[in-house]
């Protein structure tokens, strides 16, 4: 079975510029999860969806990061427009349910740098 | 927000030496769970302890949970060289899975 799946593995962007980091989340899992983890630092929630409704936004900076999980299955990051201290590795995680007593499966990461 | 918080924040310990690794949090939890990332790599889920155990086994991991002093341990047992990375514990309340800024395990052959 296919893990949880991110694209692209390495983005360098200058700021000011868009990005966009796409996740393929492991079949039937419908809790999806964006992390945010900078270098020396624990995984930062961004947003969580059950399905295709995002539940938990707070830490998301609405002004320049939007996120969709269209058909509850893939999920896309965007970041418009990037800023020097976005440079971090995004991570996305899936789990069965609200991941509550289950395990959360994560992808590599995307490492954006950003210039 | 982190809600778990780790310690130490590095430990460096000889190939075949226990390794122990504790974990604090603010609220209460339904569940924590531990997971341990290779450098440049993704999360991989070790263990899951539910708030109304107290301890777990997992092959050489042993995990503990204090609720009453809102705390946990990872102890990895006889460790190896491939045991080398970061360990974070991460706490299930109001929202699930909030990591802790995680333990830096260096384990030297």
């Known amino acids: 079975e296919a893990g949880v799946v991110q694209s692209p593995r390495y983005k360098i962007i200058e700021k000011k510029q868009p990005v966009a980091f796409w996740c393929n989340p492991i079949?039937?899992?419908?809790?999806l999860y964006w992390y945010r983890q900078n270098l020396g630092q624990g995984p930062e929630l961004l947003i969580r969806?059950?399905?295709?409704?995002?539940?938990?936004d707070s830490q998301l900076p609405k002004d320049r990061f939007s996120a969709e999980r269209l058909k509850g299955v893939d999920s896309t990051l965007k970041i418009q427009p990037a800023e020097l201290g976005d440079s971090a590795v995004y991570l996305c995680?899936?789990?069965?349910?609200?991941?509550?007593?289950?395990?959360?499966?994560f992808g590599q990461g995307t490492r954006l740098t950003v210039v | 927000s982190q809600q778990g918080e780790e310690d130490p924040q590095a430990l460096s310990i000889q190939e075949g030496e226990n390794a122990t690794m504790n974990c604090s949090y603010k609220?209460?939890?339904?569940?924590l769970q531990w997971y341990r990332q290779n450098s440049g790599r993704g999360l991989v889920h070790l263990i899951l302890i539910r708030s109304n155990e107290r301890e777990k086994h997992s092959g050489r991991l042993r995990v503990t949970l204090d609720t009453s002093k809102k705390s946990s341990s990872l102890l990895i047992t006889a460790s190896r060289a491939a045991d080398t990375a970061s360990y974070f514990c991460?706490?299930?309340?109001?929202?699930?899975?909030?990591f802790g800024k995680g333990t830096r395990l260096s384990v030297i052959a």
């Open positions: 991460a706490t299930d309340s109001n929202t699930p899975l909030v």
């Open positions: 609220t209460s939890i339904n569940n």
């Open positions: 079949s039937g899992h419908n809790t």
């Open positions: 995680a899936s789990s069965l349910d609200l991941g509550r007593n289950t395990e959360a499966f």
């Open positions: 969806y059950e399905n295709e409704e995002a539940v938990d």
